[in-house]
């Protein structure tokens, strides 16, 4: 009933900028909580950054003052403005929402995860 749609990723040199968007489309009620995930070759998956429904953010310490997550309500989409990178920071970044969807009598919560994204990080 949910999908997320990623953009933005690529390979951009070390101190460069790069901004990845994801967007969820479908049957919902809402989209709670969005974040983003990094996976680094031959590395568990792990949270890179947050956000909820009221705009509270969290970070993973590696990424704390070179990334912000935002995200537009209105249009259920989360961003991730990756600005200092860092080879270490090369990585598939995989989008993942936390979606309301109607049940019967009640409504319950369904995790979505996109597709990926990769950023490349080198000179």
């Known amino acids: 009933q949910v999908q997320l749609e990623e953009s933005g990723g690529g390979a951009v040199q070390p101190g460069g900028s790069l901004r990845l968007s994801c967007t969820a489309s479908g049957s919902f009620f809402t989209i709670k909580s969005m974040a983003w995930y990094g996976q680094a070759p031959g590395k568990q998956r792990e949270l890179v950054a947050g956000i909820g429904y009221d705009y509270s953010t969290n970070y993973a310490d590696s990424v704390k003052g070179r990334f912000i997550i935002t995200r537009d309500n209105a249009k259920n989409t989360v961003y991730l403005q990756m600005n200092s990178l860092k080879p270490e920071d090369t990585a598939v970044y995989y989008c993942?929402?936390?979606?309301?969807?109607?049940?019967?009598?009640?409504?319950?919560?369904?995790?979505?995860w996109g597709q990926g994204t990769l950023v490349a990080v080198s000179s």
């Open positions: 993942k929402a936390e979606s309301v969807v109607a049940g019967t009598g009640a409504y319950r919560y369904l995790d979505v």
